[in-house]
């Protein structure tokens, strides 16, 4: 009695344990067939925008008629300025700026949209340009109490943000453009798309994981953290990022790519920084001359080494600390040593490498030491009445040798 008893417990147990084992097999064979990683790695990213102080929120336009998702500073501090980053194709607001939400939201309210037609933002109206687009968003954020802020926009984003500037007027403050075609000719443009090779809605929408592969490798110059990524994965990216409004985004991209040159662009009032990647195969650098010539002296332009057109990607880091500097006015280690940014690197012999400094400029570095970083204006220190940064260092030649 006792072992027919122990022989059914030990079935049952088998049975069903076999049962489990089953059950997880057929769902591993089918993880490519469903956006099951892909879910899990929006759900964590949405899960890291929330530990860095974000909240999601929707606002609706137009009498319902538009709907504008945001990410934003869910605590917003007054002694933060605000910052609103635009993304561009390839994702939506978490998956292009994972790398930079977190430095970011340190110093700045940060706002981030989803674009139309991206992630959650949808309108009813057949508007496909990029004014249309910067509209909503300045609407949208007057509606959530953010009437002056800066914008950190990259590739089709910039196009967004440029208009942006334009529409907000005096509302935006400074703008950056990372990696963006806006301004170019009919002739750069169609030329770039020569050299490219491919149908630029083939890449910019995918339908295959191959395509998207191509897109990876065009935009990525360093190490590519897609190469190892199966197909299956990046299939289901494509089913959960591009297939949604695939014929509105299709008709997006048309407008921009098909359209004529607009040789009315306006010229910008806003301070703006141009960030790009030396290595860009995308919009290569001969873009960013162009669109710095353009805007003119209120402009500046910064080159990434080494870093092709998803310099969000590749370097995050160094778009950051530009972003930082530039919007918040700070120094750069090197203003603040006395040294020109491009000594660093220079007079270089045999295995030394020689940093000059700067004897025309003086830093004060007790004042510096103990005052608030705002009450010092490293631009109108005299260096007559400062300390030579070459006098902190005992060296008659005025030259720190580094070692390589």
């Known amino acids: 009695m006792a072992s027919s008893t122990l022989l059914q417990l030990l079935s049952t147990y088998l049975s069903t ?57 869910a605590h917003r501090r007054s002694r933060k300025p605000y910052l609103v980053l635009i993304h561009g194709y390839g994702g939506n607001s978490r998956w ?88 170019c000719t009919d002739e750069q443009k169609f030329e770039q798309l020569r050299k490219i090779g491919r149908n630029p809605l083939e890449l910019l929408l995918p339908e295959k994981s191959q395509d998207l592969r ?32 695939r014929k509105e985004k299709s008709e997006l991209a048309e ?15 806003q301070e703006t920084l141009i960030i790009w990647g030396n290595k860009d195969k995308v919009f290569p ?7 710095q010539k353009h805007l003119g002296p209120k402009s500046k332009l910064e080159i990434i080494k080494d870093t092709g057109h998803a310099a969000n990607v590749e370097s995050p880091g160094a778009v950051n600390n530009s972003i930082r500097a530039f919007i918040l006015e700070q120094p750069q280690l090197a203003e603040l ?25 003086g830093i004060g570095p007790v004042k510096l030491l103990t005052a608030s970083p705002n009450s010092v204006s490293f631009s109108s220190l005299p260096s007559s009445g400062g300390i030579l940064p070459s006098r902190l260092f005992a060296t008659k030649s005025r030259i720190l040798r580094f070692e390589q």
């Open 17 to 73: 344990t076999i049962g489990i084992l089953r059950s997880m097999l057929s769902h591993l064979l089918t993880l490519h067939k469903t956006p099951f990683l892909v879910a899990l790695v929006d759900v964590s990213l949405s899960l890291y925008f929330w530990s860095c102080g974000l909240s999601p929120c929707s606002v609706d336009l137009d009498d319902e008629q538009t709907t504008i998702h945001f990410w934003g500073s």
């Open 96 to 183: 292009q700026f994972w790398a930079q939400v977190g430095p970011l939201s340190q110093s700045f309210n940060v706002f981030i949209p989803d674009l139309l037609f991206f992630g959650k933002s949808h309108p009813l109206s057949p508007e496909r340009s990029d004014v249309f687009q910067a509209t909503c968003i300045v609407e949208g954020l007057r509606k959530l109490g953010v009437d002056k802020y800066s914008i950190y926009a990259i590739s089709y984003g910039g196009f967004v943000g440029y208009r942006m500037a334009e529409v907000g007027g005096d509302k935006v403050e400074k703008l950056v453009i990372v990696s963006t075609g806006i301004g």
């Open 214 to 245: 191509v897109l990876m490798n065009l935009s990525i110059y360093k190490f590519n953290p897609f190469i190892w990524a199966p197909n299956f994965f990046l299939q289901q990216f494509i089913d959960v990022m591009c297939n949604n409004y």
């Open 255 to 269: 407008y921009l790519i098909f359209r004529k040159a607009d040789n009315n662009l306006p010229v910008l009032t």
């Open 285 to 291: 650098l001969s873009f960013a001359h162009h669109l």
């Open 337 to 361: 040593l006395g040294m020109s940014p491009l000594s660093l690197f220079s007079d270089r012999e045999k295995s030394l490498r020689n940093v000059r400094f700067a004897s025309d400029f």
